[in-house]
């Protein structure tokens, strides 16, 4: 009855487990819920105030499948702002969030057989995508601190490698890739002829160093690198479903024309608000990082004494990455009973590490409020010791 690739496809347990919290919330049931990876601020008011305008102004037709011009212009500008790198606008492209840019992505480059190194643990997106690309996804498994090297890359290849997915601050270790290997992992792209998809989505919530676009290494990597981003994390914008990619021309030329037989374009109104977001005010990225960073000291603190547990300290993004391997027995076999669990009795929602690829740990995003993660991190711990 159905399609092969739809009866491999699993369905994201990350989204199933945030439908269940919200749906407890709906009923009344207190639940905390540090399972989806959402900023709690509300989009800014300058951002907003140009959604306001875009609809008052009649922007609601259909704009270009890559995106209005304006966006990608102020794309352009912030590539060159941040990450030193030189784009034209024809080498930009919008997407329905990050995510479809990526799909889309996928699809461009990947034919049957074609493998995709990505490190675990991941976002499980990323791999099911590969497969619906007809592709095979080969996980390097790493070991904490969850640092991808060029080595680490290297005894995956074969002769079948196309693509390197880099994700930097990762989802779920908060983990950056070191300088030196981002170099060393661009000679060997370069030397062996493979594509890099870097999805740089966390890009400004760092906290131990500076992030570094992979693609501004050199002109050579960067005819090689196609750089996903959007406005969801940075600029609370989860809902409005914006965004992009730069890279060759030529690969980007073939997702516009993809995107014009999907879904054609984002959210015309949603556009004219990245373009306030990414070309306005600064100052609640700064307001929110700086929280995020409050609140990962607050949540490594609070669970740094537990001793049945362990994790690494994140370098960016907003989440915490715990093993759990020494709670779990006959009563709780897997991460995935242990979170069930935790959310049937005390009513906070995390994600098993079965979803991004590396069962026996939880992931937390403390991009909650001060007085849920309080709260949360009482019951956790609580849980822990009722065992």
């Known amino acids: 009855m159905f399609s092969k690739r739809i009866q491999n496809l699993s369905a994201s347990l990350t989204i199933a487990i945030d439908v269940k919290a919200k749906e407890f919330i709906r009923r009344g049931i207190p639940v905390i819920n540090l399972s989806v990876g959402e900023p709690d601020f509300q989009t800014p008011e300058n951002i907003k105030k140009a959604a306001i305008s875009a609809i008052n102004e009649g922007h609601t037709f259909y704009p270009s499948p890559d995106g209005i011009v304006e966006l990608r212009d102020a794309i352009v500008k912030k590539f060159k702002r941040d990450n030193t790198l030189e784009y034209d606008p024809s080498d930009i492209i919008v997407g329905v969030g990050a995510k479809e840019i990526l799909y889309n992505t996928f699809q461009v480059l990947c034919d049957k057989g074609d493998e995709v190194i990505i490190a675990a643990p991941t976002y499980n997106s990323f791999v099911e995508q590969v497969k619906l690309a007809d592709a095979h996804p080969i996980t390097i498994r790493l070991k904490p601190p969850f640092k991808l090297t060029a080595n680490d890359i290297k005894k995956a290849l074969t002769p079948k490698t196309k693509i390197i997915l ?40 760092t906290y131990t160093k500076k992030h570094i676009s992979i693609a501004s290494l050199n ?35 073939k997702m516009k024309a993809l995107q014009s037989q999907l879904v054609v374009n984002t959210s015309s109104i949603s556009q004219y608000a990245a373009v306030e ?38 370098e960016g993004a907003f989440y915490l990455f715990i093993s759990i391997e020494k709670l779990l027995n006959k009563k709780y076999p897997t991460s995935s009973f242990w979170a069930e669990a935790l959310l049937e009795k005390e009513k906070v929602a995390v994600v098993p590490g079965e979803s991004f690829f590396y069962p026996g740990w939880i992931r937390i995003s403390y991009a909650a409020s001060d007085d849920n993660l309080k709260e949360a991190m009482k019951r956790i711990k609580r849980f822990i010791e009722k065992g």
């Open 277 to 314: 977001a990414l070309t306005g005010d600064q100052k609640s990225v700064e307001i929110m990082k700086k929280a995020f960073a409050k609140r990962r000291e607050f949540c490594i603190k609070e669970l740094s004494g537990v001793k049945e547990i362990s994790f690494e300290e994140p």
């Open 219 to 253: 002109e050579k990597i960067k005819e090689q690198t196609i750089t996903a981003n959007g406005v969801s994390k940075t600029y609370a914008m989860t809902g409005w479903r914006v965004g992009y990619a730069a890279g060759p021309k030529k690969i980007i030329e």
């Open 166 to 205: 880099l994700n930097s601050p990762s989802n779920p270790t908060g983990a950056m890739i070191d300088e030196e290997e981002l170099k060393k992992i661009a000679d060997l792209a370069v030397k062996k002829n493979i594509f890099i998809i870097s999805d740089e989505i966390y890009e400004k919530l």
